[in-house]
């Protein structure tokens, strides 16, 4: 009976090791091909100069990079002040109120909503009665989906300020905004600034919902007026196609991107651990 | 009064945008000549002409739906369709659809495959590469024991108009089980998006078979098979060949141009020949200028790398209908 | 005053807060009246017809649902029993030193957006299915399998945090006992972490079924009933991507609309089950 216990333990702890080595493997193929083909495409040319037919040497990804900035910083602006009040809310009014419950549970719900069907959505609601594809309904995508991530942050974030705190505001008379405003906000800053960084990281690398929505645009262009290009639509129009050159630019969009995105996730995790400490 | 001015501030702010951006959205079957034309256009005037390869039926919709400045496919719409829809329509070039295969140790034009016997592959009813009906054509030629990878169009295309029109004179079968159109239910075969998506797979699958614009085969170094005229004769996807296939067009002004061009008689005339469209919404006229300035200025300056990359450039009397049927509609 | 603004600032919290709740009714709605046409024409019957032909005006959406279903299935398949492993590994064997570099990784992989796995799937992977598998490398299988690699990360995560929520008195008095590890797993740790185990599934199931860009590039794109596994199919994201852009004829458009719908309730229900059930979050009374 014992040694039938040890073989089991046995059995199942190689299986769980080698499940480990199995998704490390992965891992370690992924991000080979990725440095590997995305070092190997990058030059200067990348930076300088933007969308070009097959064939061209003065091709670049400038114009995608700077649009997939204008697109999450929009996206930012927009949805970070109404995460953060809404968040506010749920924490420090609604608190365990049914109707602050149920919110929660919408927007957890919206959060992992397909990235797609927001872009159904804004097609429909802002695309097609204005007539034309823009960045300013990309931007209105992303920030549907950044929305419940700050939401959820900031309700967490502001859940673990002592409640002594807001005690002590309120016992030197400051009005109730005042105190979340000046003390318990400063108090989970780090925390919320962590959240934003995260979500800002998750939205950055959205495809789906800038299809319908901010398009693309080979050229370089600031206006939100218009289609934007991005790297991740870029990415999918020059993986799909044939040529070398622009399957090349893939790569290389998609190791500036996933840079760019784990260096951020690489910040926000020193922020949490120097918290912790 | 202060109203007002803002909003002809406004109004002026956006026609100055106008000159100098264009979006333009659909065909992929033209795409590698638009980016030519539009990166050299903007070089040499510094407009910017955004034209997204999206495939026909998005060019057709997005046009429809006033989205895009104008929209490109390859499937001509009828002039009723285009009264209906308050569109304008001529043709920008005329290109050829290649029947593409990738098979190891194979080469460009080795393969000879009858008009029917492409269609019995897209039906499945083909499908190894060594069937007896496929090795009746090509004796001498080494064909292997695989399955064939049918690889078609995923989005709603022009290509595919041409290819399953051309299918459909040739193949029965095809014509009663699928017919024509530019997205139909294919009976085998896996999808992709665009003349793009379809290289790429024919490109990365062994044993596969698809159907593309020339430029798309030239730039990729793929495969086509050798195939016939509409009088039976072998004939391949040369520029010679589809020239004497373009050669039977009768390009009116009174039908908008409307122009199928499969299968034209003549003994060398290649069957899958297509030209392209453009297409623009009649009523922004201002709109309209600046992208027939962009169409008249490649018509002037971009024969040559329309021949580079595989396409025949419409021939000059052509291209003036075209720019009488501009001024006609007042936007030239 | 110092009320109004009080009750100022109480208010626009609370409307900003609604909004979420408007922004999801506005979805349904949106989608339902977009999709209306090809509910009038179709009803339910659209889940179950087979035939999707756009030149011929037929829609039906049984093959994309069902890849988006048999795809999903194949991801969790694969996914959990590797996800629970590696939480395993990360919670009850690993030394220390691994625990916090291997997890990371873990966790880093999990934020790699989707586009960039179905490059690797389309250029790697799928070669790789054809060698094994047979087939062309493209459709069904590869489309689950790289479905499995984007969300194991994210399932191993999760159950590592829900494991490592186990008192370790616990599990220190089980061992006392003369329990194996494998004992302590199964009768401690497990028992302990279960809800929140089987949430974090349920979550990346609903996070698989809505996803567009991992799939797309290897799933062949056709709206076919896939008869061996190795077949292409479609799925539902998948078509929307291919579709929505160009649907000219308004049943078409409306039946994007439908399935975009139907994706967009399957998900809804997907997440409210996995919630309410085995996520609910006892909130600390302040």
Known sequence: MKEHRILINKIILTLSTLAAILGLGFLIWILFVLVKNGLGAMNLNIFMYDGAPPGVAESGLRHAMVGQLMLAVGATVIGVPIGILAGTYLSEFGQNSKLANFIRDISDIMMSAPSIVIGTFVYAIMVAPMGYFNGYAGIVALAIMMIPIVLRTTDDMLSLVPNTLREAAIALGAPKYKMITQVVYRSAKVGIFTGILLSFARIAGETAPLLFTSFNNNFFNLNFNEPIGSLTVTMFSYATSPYEDWQKLGWAAAFILAMFILGLNIVSRFFINRKRK | ?332 | MKYMMDTLFENLTRFLALLVLVVLVAVFVVLYNNAEPAIEKYGLSFVTNEKWAPNMNIFGGFPAILGSVLSTLIAMLLATPIAIGIAIFLSEIAPAKLKTSFGVSIELLAAIPSVIYGMWGLFYFAPVVREIFGGNGIGLLTGGFILAVMIFPFIAAITRDSMNTTPDILKESAYALGATKWDVIKDVVIPYAKAGVIGSVILALGRAIGETMAVTFVIGNVHQIPSLITDATTSIPVTLANEFNEAESKLHYASLFYLALLLFAISFIVIAFAKFYFLRKVRKAK
Request: glycine residues 10%.
């Open chain 2, 1 to 332: 009064m202060l109203r007002k001015s803002l909003v002809s501030l406004l109004a002026a702010s956006t026609l100055m945008m106008a000159a100098d951006k264009l979006n333009g959205a659909g065909a992929t079957f033209p795409a590698p000549l638009y980016y030519d034309w539009a990166y050299t256009y903007e070089k040499t005037t510094g407009t910017k002409v955004n034209y997204q390869s999206i495939g026909s039926g998005g060019g057709i919709k997005q046009v429809k739906s006033r989205i895009v400045d104008f929209g490109a496919s390859d499937e001509p719409l009828q002039s009723d369709v285009l009264k209906k829809d308050k569109l304008m329509q001529f043709p920008a070039a005329i290109g050829s659809i290649v029947v593409v295969y990738n098979i190891p140790g194979i080469k460009d034009n080795e393969i000879k495959l009858k008009n029917e016997i492409v269609g019995d592959i897209f039906l499945g009813k083909i499908t190894k590469w060594n069937d007896p009906k496929i090795k009746a054509d090509n004796p001498n030629v080494n064909l292997p024991d695989k399955e064939i990878t049918v690889v078609h169009r995923s989005d709603g295309s022009g290509t595919t108009f041409n290819f399953t029109y051309y299918l459909s004179e040739v193949n029965k079968e095809w014509k009663e089980k699928v017919g024509t159109g530019k997205a139909v239910d294919w009976p085998v075969g896996l999808g992709g998006k665009g003349n793009e998506g379809v290289t790429n797979y024919v490109k990365q699958t062994p044993f596969s078979i698809g159907y593309v614009e020339q430029a798309y085969k030239r730039q990729n170094n793929l495969s086509g098979a050798t195939v016939t005229t509409a009088s039976g004769k072998w004939v391949e996807a040369t520029e010679d060949n589809a020239k004497a296939s373009a050669k039977y067009a009768k390009w009116s002004k009174d039908g908008d141009f409307y122009q199928i061009l499969a299968l034209q008689p003549g003994d060398n005339s290649y069957p899958i020949v297509a030209g392209t469209f453009i297409l623009l919404p009649e009523e922004k006229a201002d709109m309209n200028k600046d992208v027939v300035k962009f169409f008249d200025n490649s018509f002037k300056n971009g024969d040559k790398s329309a021949i580079e990359l595989g396409y025949i450039p419409l021939p000059e009397e052509t291209k003036n209908l075209i720019r009488s049927y501009w001024k006609d509609k007042g936007i030239y």
